[in-house]
């Protein structure tokens, strides 16, 4: 009997240490889900976010599962913005104009004058001084930049060809957000600015609710909009930022050793920014023309009107708050600094 219980009691130990071994390894082999929301595809965001997944997948091994999610799939902008502050989407990427309703700093990346061209705007965002102003932004509501979001030069996509400042006077106009910054300087130009979802403005185009919008070159090349309008005018030194906004409590949820790797690999992946994305605006120029576009640019005069308009409207917004006139004046120091 001695024998039987002796049996039994290593069997029970067995279950129990068999158990305990399930419960370690479950723990190790936790699987996160990180869904990653843009309202483009194929251009330097999508790039960034296979970067990233590769990466994260490779290291978590299979602990982190990232998900892309591009072309509005999991929304318009506003609703992925607010997915992202309350956790529902793990990470967003927007034109900065939208996460001004989360941080009033954001508007600083729409300062005309600010950025030269995207080589200059990496090297200003990637600057140390620079990335621990910005990765403050939006964390007392639960967010933190993740990314630069260098996007491409900003411009104007209408059915009247933009050449002089006189041009703008008239045109309904889609602007990418819709707080102050994005709005007023256009109105300084004789725009009247209409806040849409980027999903929403290529029917508006094709309708002519709206004359333009004003967004990115691989905006109307992805979603084809040489079918529609041929005229793109790069508005004079000004670039359009698309950052990306993670949830902070998932973040943390991660534990220190995935959130390092989370990290590490997002820092890495900004190289995307820098090297394919360079290329990919030259691509994106190349593509417009195969398909009957034209690019115009400014006269140097007409270019200084320009920002002789729209510069002044632009300093009062971004000096009526303190905080944000004081990261404004040290993004103005900093670009000087790589010119």
């Known amino acids: 009997m001695d024998a039987t219980i002796l049996r039994f009691g290593v069997a029970v130990c067995g279950i129990i240490a068999a158990g305990a071994l399930s419960m370690t390894t479950n723990a190790s082999a936790q699987q996160f889900t990180m869904k ?4 483009t595809i194929n251009d330097v965001t999508h790039e960034y976010f296979k970067r990233i997944k590769a990466g994260v997948e490779q290291r978590s091994n299979g602990r982190i599962k990232v998900e892309i ?26 034109a900065s104009g939208f996460f001004v309703s989360l941080e009033p700093r954001f508007q600083v990346l729409d300062a005309p004058g600010l950025f030269d061209n995207i080589e200059h705007a990496y090297k200003v965002m990637t600057d140390p001084e620079i990335r621990k102003r910005w990765a403050t932004w939006g964390n007392d509501k639960g967010v933190e930049m993740f990314s630069p979001g260098i996007f491409s030069p900003l411009s104007i996509l209408s059915h009247k060809a ?6 703008f006077q008239g045109q309904k106009v889609r ?25 929403e403005a ?25 079918d529609i309008a041929k005229a793109v005018t790069n508005l004079p030194a000004t670039t359009l930022i ?3 906004i993670v949830n902070r409590q998932f973040m943390k949820s991660l534990g220190p050793e995935l959130e390092k790797i989370v990290r590490e690999e997002a820092l890495k992946a900004e190289a995307a920014y820098a090297d394919w994305n360079v290329q990919d605006n ?3 120029e190349d593509l417009w023309k195969k398909n ?7 006269a140097p005069a007409e270019a200084k009107r320009y920002l002789d308009v729209v510069a002044p409207a632009a300093n009062s917004i971004l000096s009526a708050n303190g905080k944000v006139k004081e990261d404004y004046d040290a993004f103005l120091a900093v670009g000087k600094k790589y010119r």
């Open 36 to 39: 990653m929301s843009s309202p």
């Open 175 to 199: 602007t990418p957000g819709g707080a102050a910054i994005q709005v007023e300087p256009y109105r300084k130009l004789g725009i009247i600015p209409v806040s849409l979802p980027l999903g």
């Open 69 to 94: 999610y591009p072309a509005n799939q999991l929304g318009q902008i506003p609703a992925v913005v607010e997915g992202v502050a309350l956790g529902t989407i793990e990470l967003g990427v927007a």
């Open 242 to 244: 698309a950052p990306a």
């Open 202 to 226: 290529l029917p508006a185009m094709q309708n002519r609710t709206i004359d333009g919008l004003i967004s990115g070159l691989a905006v109307y090349t992805n979603f084809k909009y040489y």
């Open 282 to 284: 030259k691509r994106g």
């Open 162 to 167: 933009v050449r002089a400042t006189a041009d």
């Open 292 to 298: 009957g576009g034209e690019m115009i640019d400014m």
